[in-house]
């Protein structure tokens, strides 16, 4: 297997593991319905479910301004840390899940014409760089877009105020921290009705599953 296509057969393989877990959604789950319905917990005054679906809004409308200002409008009220978007994330996340899955489908169309051509048509040279420029393009653009989402599958929300993170996965372990309602964590691990969470200031404990709620929803 030649360079080209390792590069081409990660990409697809990052694609259709980040597109599976945004776009294989339940019926009725969209980023206007995530979005009414983060709106909806915030008037009811519970921080971590508005958070949460604000947040797999975000997934599926990477760049709608209402959801961000919403979102952090609510960080903010319950003073939560406010996480800032950089450059590559803002670049690479501009488009809706089906638009990065067509790129990537049309880099491989464009990659493969080129190839063909090469044995085919060789007079057409330009018209061959062309199409590999092209699809070389599309599927950069879609393997950052899996790479500033990559992140978000392995990301949880707290949803009940003063959360504790314990030593061991068992309800009376001894607590070593207690987390904020809408506090985002990193999950590392799973064990009985436990997740091992990983906080962004460095902490590290167990989190009983019915505490918290996985940004991208699993799917059965």
Known sequence: MTGLARIVCLTLALLISVQAARADAPEGYSASALYNLGNSY?????PGMAI????????LAPNDSDIEANLRFVQSSAHLPLESRGN???????????????????????LGAAAVSAQVFSRYRALRYVAAFAGV?????????????????????????????????????????????GE?????????????????????????????????????
């Open 52 to 59: 949460l679906n604000y947040e797999r809004a975000s997934l």
């Open 42 to 46: 915030a008037r009811a005054g519970k």
């Open 137 to 181: 393009l599309m599927l950069a653009w879609t393997l950052c877009n899996g790479i500033s989402l990559w992140p978000k599958l392995h990301e949880a929300v707290i949803l009940t105020p003063s959360t504790p993170g314990r030593v061991s996965p068992v309800p009376m372990g001894d607590s070593l921290f207690v987390l904020q309602e």
């Open 184 to 220: 985002r964590v990193r999950i590392d691990a799973e064990h009985e009705g436990f997740t091992l969470v990983h906080t962004h200031a460095g902490r590290a404990g167990w989190v009983a599953d019915s505490n918290l709620a996985p940004i991208v929803p699993r799917t059965r």
């Open 88 to 110: 590559f994330d803002r670049l690479a996340g501009i488009g809706t899940p089906s638009l990065v899955s067509w790129a990537a489908v049309l880099g491989v169309v464009f």
